[in-house]
């Protein structure tokens, strides 16, 4: 049985910093992605590394502030949220899927989500 389970998030002033957890648990060799979704909008790409942590993918709103890793010894995905805006609010979810991509929809399992809340 595939489970993620998100941790890490909170309520952070702007220009502060959060690190995201998501604990994998029944899956091998999945690339893992990062989404974020704010009330009344679409859900949106965030960051994606492939298994072997080699290739990551970031959106352009948060390349420079957002950096993704994993440890598979682990089986985590890390997500380090630096130089937080109010615009950052949202709940972000993790996902796994057999093929890295910035698309949602090639992801195969996701986590219930975490709330993050930048206040300016």
């Known amino acids: 049985q595939v489970q993620l389970v998100e941790s890490g998030g909170g309520l952070v002033q702007a220009g502060g910093s959060l690190r995201l957890s998501c604990a994998a648990s029944?899956?091998?060799?999945?690339?893992m992605g990062w989404f974020r979704q704010a009330p009344g909008k679409e859900r949106d790409f965030v960051a994606a590394?492939?298994?072997?942590?080699?290739?990551?993918y970031y959106a352009d709103s948060v390349k420079g502030r957002f950096t993704i890793s994993r440890d598979n010894a682990k089986n985590t995905v890390y997500l380090q949220m630096n130089s937080l805006k109010p615009e950052d609010t949202a709940v972000y979810y993790c996902?796994?899927?057999?093929?890295?991509?910035?698309?949602?929809?090639?992801?195969?399992?996701w986590g219930q989500g975490t709330q993050v809340t930048v206040s300016s």
């Open positions: 029944g899956l091998r060799s999945y690339a």
């Open positions: 996902a796994a899927g057999g093929i890295l991509s910035t698309g949602d929809l090639t992801y195969d399992y």
């Open positions: 590394i492939s298994w072997s942590g080699g290739t990551t």
